[in-house]
């Protein structure tokens, strides 16, 4: 069972930055592959980035490569996401989510995870 809890979400403008943190509950954390999704308004939850287990394979989703960066402290059953140049676009609902899963055919699907966070709002004004 692994327990999440989305923090750090916001108001910001764009081109600002925001970091996004999710704490794990649960001693197996590190032998998850963790995602970040996002829902907009009117929108599908999609992916935005994963980070297997080792931290050795990050995958970002088109729309945010170059901006956006995920990593996780074992140690601390942590999970991070560092939001750069921000964009109206951006806006959202920013889930973390955990799977076993270490292939991306699989952890880029939402219905490959099975535990979710609450959700942090994270908006960006123009």
């Known amino acids: 069972q692994v327990r999440l809890v989305e923090s750090g979400g916001g108001l910001v403008q764009a081109g600002g930055s925001l970091e996004l943190s999710c704490a794990a509950s649960g001693r197996t954390f590190s032998s998850y592959t963790m995602g970040w999704f996002r829902q907009a308004p009117g929108k599908e939850r999609e992916f935005v980035a994963a980070i297997t287990w080792s931290s050795s394979i990050p995958d970002y989703a088109e729309s945010v490569k170059g901006r956006f960066t995920i990593s996780r402290d074992n140690a601390k059953n942590t999970l991070y996401l560092q939001m750069n140049s921000l964009k109206p676009e951006d806006t959202a609902v920013y889930y973390c989510?955990?799977?076993?899963?270490?292939?991306?055919?699989?952890?880029?699907?939402?219905?490959?995870?099975?535990?979710w966070g609450q959700g942090t709002q994270v908006t960006v004004s123009s």
């Open positions: 989510a955990a799977t076993t899963y270490s292939g991306s055919y699989h952890y880029t699907r939402r219905q490959n995870y099975g535990y």
